[in-house]
């Protein structure tokens, strides 16, 4: 089980009896690592309450589009933005046909309107419903926009009758949403990524280190194994569980990282640079913790060894992907540090904003290389991460048989 750790899955319910399963399929996908919430529509309510599925959640369950209190919270646009996915389970014949029509005039299609997200419907009605030419046509004009359907199933039915229009099983639309993440762009490909912090000891109780939380750098490690890559994590220390099928190595200072980073360099096809190591380091650590005397106190400090520059000076260098963090003319020194540290791809990473950078749930940037340039605007960790790869695999030389 797994496979969607770090996602930001919204559950939309419509107005039908196989509302209840949603309760079951808003488990099945936090079981799988998934952060959920809950947007019901009006008609949804009748079935099932807001109360359950909130409880489920562990968040307010989000019901109308004009709703003050919900906006202060997180508003229509920035939940549409939140969402790496939208589910709506069960998807009525009432609800394809007002998605088809591009309708906004609830918060459910207005935000299957507004999203980039992937958009999933688990349809569920009555079969005589189901067969209509009407949903017919509305469900093949979704399908051709790129809307997935998952189901229904074949079978007896709440009102009586047997036949297609049950709604597939929640464990099983868990199973398929999982997978949906899964690429094989770079299959065959061992990916080495360096994550978090480092930590410079002054003495026995204080460091040197920085606001990186590793998010970032989970992210990548999450994507690359989703790209079927044999993927390892040299990390600093964070506060952060290891993706599914990643292999994590975890270190505390610069040094420790460049000598990991080092001993595993042998078969790396991919490294990619995401830790924030610290630049410099104390000449030397006190034996005991230091004490205050004077009014100010001198720290001499010595360069660290730069990790992705000496990866990418070796004979047989991997594919070196780097970070650039900056707070003013990012992407002049991003190209800098791209040519001086002779790398591949560098990511251009804007830390000025709140929003984006250290830290922060989302980020946003541009990746740049000698001949391309992409921008990625404000979004999940997880979509960067997963654009990243995109670009990697597009990149990578190909192998000559
Ligand atoms: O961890 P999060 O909270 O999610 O935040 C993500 C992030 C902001 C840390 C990440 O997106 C990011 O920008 N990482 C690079 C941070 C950084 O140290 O940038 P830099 O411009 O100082 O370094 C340039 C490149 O050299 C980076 O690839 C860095 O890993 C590498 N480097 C730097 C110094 C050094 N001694 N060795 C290195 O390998």
Not at 85 to 109: E, H, S, Y
Not at 264 to 290: H, L, N, W
Request: negative net charge; glycine residues 6%; charged residues 20%.
């Amino acid at each position: 089980m797994g496979g969607l750790s770090n996602r930001n899955i919204i559950v939309g319910i419509t107005g039908g009896i196989a509302a209840y399963k949603a309760a079951q399929l808003v488990r099945d996908l936090q079981v799988r690592g998934a952060s959920v919430r809950v947007v019901m529509t009006r008609g949804a309510t009748e079935f099932i309450t807001p109360l359950t599925l909130q409880a489920l959640s562990g968040q307010p369950v989000h019901l109308d589009l004009l709703d003050e209190e919900a906006e202060m919270g997180m508003g229509h646009i920035e939940l549409a933005r939140w969402a790496d996915l939208i589910c709506v389970a069960p998807a009525t014949a009432d609800f394809i046909a007002r998605l088809q029509a591009g309708r906004a005039d609830d918060l459910l299609t207005t935000l299957c309107l507004a999203t980039d997200a992937k958009l999933v419907l688990a349809p569920a009605m009555n079969q005589a419903m189901w067969r209509d030419p009407a949903t017919t046509d509305n469900v093949a004009s979704l399908l051709e926009r790129g809307i997935q359907m998952y189901g229904p199933d074949d079978g007896s039915q709440a009102c009586g009758d047997v036949g297609p229009g049950r709604m597939m099983e929640p464990g099983a639309i868990a199973e398929h949403l999982a997978s949906l993440f899964e690429t094989r762009l770079l299959e065959g490909q061992r990916v080495i990524i360096t994550a978090g912090p480092t930590r410079e000891a002054l003495d026995p109780v204080r460091y040197i280190s920085n606001n990186s939380s590793g998010r970032m750098g989970y992210a990548i490690a999450n994507a690359c194994a989703l790209a079927g890559a044999h993927t390892m994590l040299i990390s600093g220390p964070v506060n952060l569980d290891t993706p599914e099928r990643v292999e994590r190595i975890d270190v505390l200072t610069a040094r420790d990282m460049y000598d990991a980073v080092h001993a595993r360099m042998d078969d790396c096809s991919v490294f990619i640079g995401c830790a924030a190591v610290a630049d410099y380091r104390p000449v030397a650590i006190a034996e005991q913790k230091i004490k205050k005397h004077e009014d100010a106190m001198h720290i001499e400090l010595v360069k660290n060894p730069d990790i992705i520059a000496s990866v990418a000076a070796l004979a047989d260098k991997p594919f070196t992907v780097g970070f650039a963090a900056e707070t003013q003319d990012v992407e002049e020194y991003a190209l800098g540090k791209l040519q001086n540290k002779k790398l591949d791809l560098i990511v251009a990473n804007d830390v000025s904003s709140e929003e984006a950078g250290f830290n922060s749930q989302n980020n946003a940037a541009t990746i740049l290389s000698e001949h391309s340039r992409e921008e990625i605007p404000l979004t999940s960790k997880q979509v960067l991460a997963e654009r990243l790869v995109k670009t990697i695999a597009a990149q990578l030389p190909r192998e000559i048989d």
